[in-house]
């Protein structure tokens, strides 16, 4: 989020040092310029990021501490369809909010690119401040439970959400989008470690990472794509909420209907 809102910035002061003409020309580059060296950053910082504890531990009295992709699939297949089920919701709900959304508000209500930018900059700060607050919440009812009761909530928000943001009322979709930023928030506070907890220490990293970008890749990726076809095929411009609410639904009903999923916690090491 933190990054998300740091683009903003980013992009509002070029707006303002640059003319539209210069920006079509050459200033759109600069964006991927400095991005580029925050790549180098984060890889730097990665090498040098110690493993954890549990990691450790188990590495002296393992000998496959990086088992192959076929084998991690193979073994931890269900726990990781459990893991696609948890994203599905949350990747759906940021780029249907932070992504699509601000689009919709220029080409379809007609807004401007500073309003929809500002609302979008509201959003994701809440958000930012609820993720702390989340995690807490979930030390003490169990992330599962935060994550059902956002997602559920999300789901039956989505619909009259987008009512009141094609209502027009510029305060409204500030608001609305607000609070549904500050419920991603505090559902995506405690997923980390609770996407985390749902494998081995031996295998976490690689079926984490594979479960977590099939979601985000097929769900969150597909959005604006279903978003923009819903509403050209339903003529309303209301019909994305139904995506927002079919894909948390689904976050749900993994949740009820899947056995407690739960490898090993944080801090501990699997046998």
Known sequence: FAGKILAIVFAAGLALLLTPTQLELWGWRIPFLVGLSFAFSAYRLRKKV???PAFEDMAKTRTDTHPSLTRTVREQFCPMLFAVGCTIGLTTTIYQVFVFLPVFLVRELGVTYTFASTSNFIALTLGMIAMPIGALIADTVGG???LFVGAASLALLALPAYVVIVSGSLLAI???QSVLGIIFGLIYGPYPAM???IFPVHCRYTASAISYNIGVGIFGGMTPLVSTWLISATESLIAPA???MACTLTTCFVLIFSRQT?????CEAAP
């Open 50 to 52: 110690s493993e954890t």
């Open 144 to 146: 599962r439970r935060v």
């Open 174 to 176: 500030v608001a609305t």
């Open 195 to 197: 996407l985390a907890e």
């Open 242 to 244: 139904y995506w927002l």
């Open 262 to 266: 739960q490898a090993s916690t944080i």
